[in-house]
């Protein structure tokens, strides 16, 4: 069983920044990788960042340049900075990764963006 706490988000102004971090209640270097996903009011949820355990980073057109995922192994943490922030941007932001072909999701961060 691993359990996955997020933190950060919030409310930020438009062209601002935030950072959300998820917490692995183990080693985060059993996972091969992890994501950050997001879902919008009356949207699908869709896949933001990627991040392997070699570093490798894969992210959607749409935050390319602005968003940076990290992965800390010494803390057990992800992080996802999110930088110049729009209206777009606004989501429930998940974290995810699977362990042994059993898929975990964190609790759900909400980040909304102000204009």
């Known amino acids: 069983q691993v359990q996955l706490v997020e933190s950060g988000g919030g409310l930020v102004q438009a062209g601002g920044s935030s950072r959300l971090s998820c917490a692995a209640s183990?080693?985060?270097?059993?996972?091969?990788?992890m994501d950050w996903y997001r879902q919008a009011p009356g949207k699908q949820r869709e896949l933001v960042a990627t991040?392997?355990?070699?570093?490798?980073?894969n992210y959607i057109d749409s935050v390319k340049g602005r968003f940076t995922i990290c992965r800390d192994s010494a803390k057990n943490t992800m992080n996802l900075q999110m930088n110049s922030l729009k209206a777009d941007d606004a989501a429930v932001y998940y974290c995810?990764?699977?362990?042994?072909?059993?898929?975990?999701w964190g609790q759900g961060n909400q980040v909304v963006v102000s204009s």
């Open positions: 183990i080693s985060i270097d059993y996972f091969d990788a």
């Open positions: 991040i392997t355990r070699v570093g490798r980073t």
């Open positions: 995810r990764n699977t362990w042994l072909d059993v898929e975990y």
